[in-house]
């Protein structure tokens, strides 16, 4: 099953395609990166949203009387979201949802319920939004909120930007004149560097660093190191490796093939022992493997 388009209906369909397999050697990457110097102007800035550290660095050079105020605003959205679905707000619309009581019909909330079940139904169940009774549509929540922002951020005419929480990247236009944002793609649990991501568009989202519940079952799963899923949108990126997360090894080795075979969705499987299996397509947006100074 897979997605075929960023926005709209989600569809399903059977595919064919292939995964390969690599074991990554200390010798292949270090831990640390040692990232290049500011060669745009912009701004960065840093706020704790969501109960983790978001980062946007925008290198459109655009002047401080028009970044502050559209950093004010981005921030602003992402507390916004924070204030309306995390179900740990006690009157966030989703903990009223949970209780039974009358949420209001904001539109960006019917979209996000929508589309998790779309995406539950598109992942055979393995994603699902709600659980044991209770909804929860973080799994998808964040990237997409974070897949707005930055849609914003370039109809505000900062069209080169790089947004960051925790393990959910979505980068746009350039890093530095003519150069693509280079992304390190971190093992959640050890914080090894498994790649090196280089785009000027696209959404990259790692599973594996946060409790992660089989919706079949209810109990937790941790049956693989971690999964990584690269794609245009990044919301869509988000649950599906939170759906392959709990899927386990063979049947995300297979849904990730599924992936790729159809849409522009590409995977990035860490087993326990180390051990990564990727979908062709993944290499794209690496070029060779080279040692990370730092």
Same mark, same amino acid.
């Given at each position: %099953?897979?997605?075929?388009?960023?926005?709209?209906?989600?569809? #399903?369909?059977?595919?064919?395609?292939?995964? #390969?397999?690599?074991?990554?050697?200390?010798?292949?990457?270090?831990?640390?990166?040692?990232?290049?110097?500011?060669?745009?102007?912009?701004?960065?800035?840093?706020?704790?949203?969501?109960?983790? $550290?978001?980062?946007?660095?925008?290198? #459109?050079?655009? $002047?401080?009387?028009?970044? @502050?105020?559209?950093?004010?605003?981005?921030?602003?959205?992402?507390?916004?979201?924070?204030?309306?679905?995390?179900?740990?707000?006690?009157?966030?619309?989703?903990?009223?949802?949970?209780?039974?009581?009358?949420?209001?019909?904001?539109?960006?909330?019917?979209?996000?319920?929508?589309?998790?079940?779309?995406?539950?139904?598109?992942?055979?169940?393995?994603?699902?939004?709600?659980?044991?009774?209770?909804?929860?549509?973080?799994?998808?929540?964040?990237?997409?909120?974070?897949? !707005?922002?930055? !849609?914003?951020? /370039?109809?505000?005419?900062?069209?080169?930007? =790089?947004?960051?929480?925790?393990?959910?990247?979505?980068?746009?236009?350039?890093?530095?004149?003519?150069?693509?944002?280079?992304? $390190?793609?971190?093992? &959640?649990? @050890?914080?090894?560097? =498994?790649? %090196?991501?280089?785009?000027?568009?696209?959404?990259?989202?790692?599973?594996?660093?946060?409790?992660?519940?089989? $919706?079949?079952?209810?109990?937790?799963?941790?049956?693989?190191?971690?999964?990584?899923?690269?794609?245009?949108?990044?919301?869509?990126?988000?649950?599906?490796?939170?759906? %392959?997360?709990? %899927?386990?090894?063979? !049947?995300?080795? =297979? +849904?990730?093939?599924?992936?790729?075979?159809?849409?522009?969705?590409?995977?990035?499987? /860490?087993?326990?022992?180390?051990?990564?299996? @990727?979908? &062709?397509?993944?290499?794209? +947006?690496?070029?060779?493997?080279?040692?990370?100074?730092?």
């Amino acid at each position: %099953m897979t997605t075929s388009k960023v926005t709209g209906s989600v569809t #399903t369909s059977n595919v064919t395609g292939s995964v #390969t397999t690599s074991k990554v050697t200390e010798s292949d990457t270090t831990s640390h990166i040692a990232e290049a110097p500011t060669a745009f102007p912009g701004s960065s800035r840093v706020e704790t949203v969501m109960g983790r $550290p978001v980062t946007i660095d925008i290198r #459109t050079p655009l $002047p401080a009387r028009e970044l @502050t105020p559209l950093l004010d605003d981005a921030f602003a959205w992402l507390r916004w979201v924070e204030d309306t679905f995390s179900p740990g707000k006690e009157d966030s619309q989703i903990s009223r949802l949970n209780r039974g009581g009358t949420i209001k019909q904001v539109p960006e909330l019917i979209e996000v319920l929508h589309r998790c079940e779309e995406l539950s139904e598109a992942t055979g169940g393995w994603f699902d939004a709600r659980i044991n009774g209770v909804t929860d549509p973080s799994g998808y929540v964040k990237g997409w909120a974070l897949e !707005r922002l930055s !849609r914003a951020l /370039v109809q505000a005419g900062a069209g080169d930007h =790089r947004i960051t929480a925790g393990y959910d990247v979505r980068v746009r236009g350039s890093a530095a004149p003519g150069r693509r944002w280079r992304v $390190p793609v971190r093992d &959640p649990r @050890t914080g090894e560097v =498994r790649r %090196m991501v280089r785009a000027h568009d696209l959404g990259i989202a790692t599973s594996g660093g946060s409790r992660v519940v089989d $919706p079949h079952t209810g109990e937790v799963r941790d049956a693989l190191g971690a999964v990584t899923v690269i794609g245009p949108d990044l919301g869509l990126a988000d649950a599906y490796a939170t759906a %392959m997360y709990a %899927m386990g090894p063979v !049947r995300a080795r =297979r +849904y990730a093939t599924e992936l790729a075979g159809k849409g522009p969705y590409e995977t990035l499987i /860490v087993l326990h022992d180390g051990q990564e299996l @990727t979908t &062709p397509g993944f290499a794209t +947006y690496g070029g060779p493997r080279e040692r990370l100074a730092g």
